[in-house]
């Protein structure tokens, strides 16, 4: 079954400091792999989605990036952060296998003081 | 454009009585709906998808949904509630022809002892 390895699963950064969060998953080929921000304990934002490597679509202008060096490997990153980006960070995937349901992994709880 | 709504940010139920948990969405073309939970400091789980076929659908820990084309809802229900169901639920639905998948601003289940 697959499985999704997120890194770190909590992190504590200045504002205007540079962000790099990691994304690895196992257990499958070629999936779709999202990136989620969830604020206040509530609703999901996407941010990004990819469907192949290389291959990355923004849903929200705004100070963060992603990319898909791998397969399964998907990397959020940012070279300045700003206090708006504390939240909790979700990476997900969708395979073939898995039809149509998303399946996620644990989080990143970030927090820009 | 596509959206969910979940009404109620919060419901209380007394354990051992049915709850239900609403979701309404808006759509164009056949949706795909899906029904996941979040324990706190968690991802989320996946519970039961509707896609095609029979409107009631069953999924994980005895919890169902109905679909209902007429409403444009997607409400989820259990028989008889646990107070280990007590969680974040959150409806999503996924734009016919895309990756993209469309979450609610979740309901945060209350099961009182």
């Known amino acids: 079954s697959q499985t999704i390895h997120q890194w770190p699963a909590t992190l504590v950064q200045p504002v205007g400091s540079p962000l790099s969060l990691e994304c690895t998953v196992e257990g499958t080929s070629n999936p779709n792999l999202y990136w989620y921000r969830q604020a206040a304990g509530r609703g999901l934002q996407l941010l990004f989605y990819?469907?192949?490597?290389?291959?990355i679509s923004s849903e929200v202008p705004q100070n963060l990036s992603a990319s898909r060096p791998q397969d399964r490997q998907f990397i959020l990153s940012s070279k300045k952060l700003l206090l708006s980006d504390s939240g909790f960070y979700l990476c997900?995937?969708?395979?073939?296998?898995?039809?149509?349901?998303?399946?996620f992994g644990p989080g990143t709880r970030l927090t820009v003081l | 454009a596509q959206s969910v709504a979940q009404p109620e940010d919060q419901v209380n139920v007394a354990e051992g009585n049915p709850l239900t948990v609403k979701c309404t969405y808006s759509?164009?073309?056949?949706?795909?709906l899906f029904w996941y939970v979040q324990y706190p400091n968690r991802g989320l789980q996946f519970l039961l998808k509707?896609?095609?076929?029979?409107?009631l659908v069953k999924g994980s820990y005895g919890f169902e949904a109905e679909f209902n084309k007429s409403q444009t809802s997607f409400h989820l229900k259990k028989p008889s509630a646990l107070v280990s169901d007590s969680a974040l639920y959150f409806c999503?639905?996924?734009?016919?022809?895309?990756?993209?998948?469309?979450f609610g601003t979740g309901t945060r289940l209350k099961v009182l002892a």
């Open positions: 509707y896609i095609t076929g029979d409107n």
């Open positions: 997900a995937l969708r395979t073939v296998i898995l039809s149509n349901e998303q399946f």
């Open positions: 759509v164009s073309g056949n949706p795909y």
């Open positions: 990819s469907v192949g490597i290389g291959q």
């Open positions: 999503a639905v996924r734009e016919p022809g895309t990756y993209k998948y469309i």
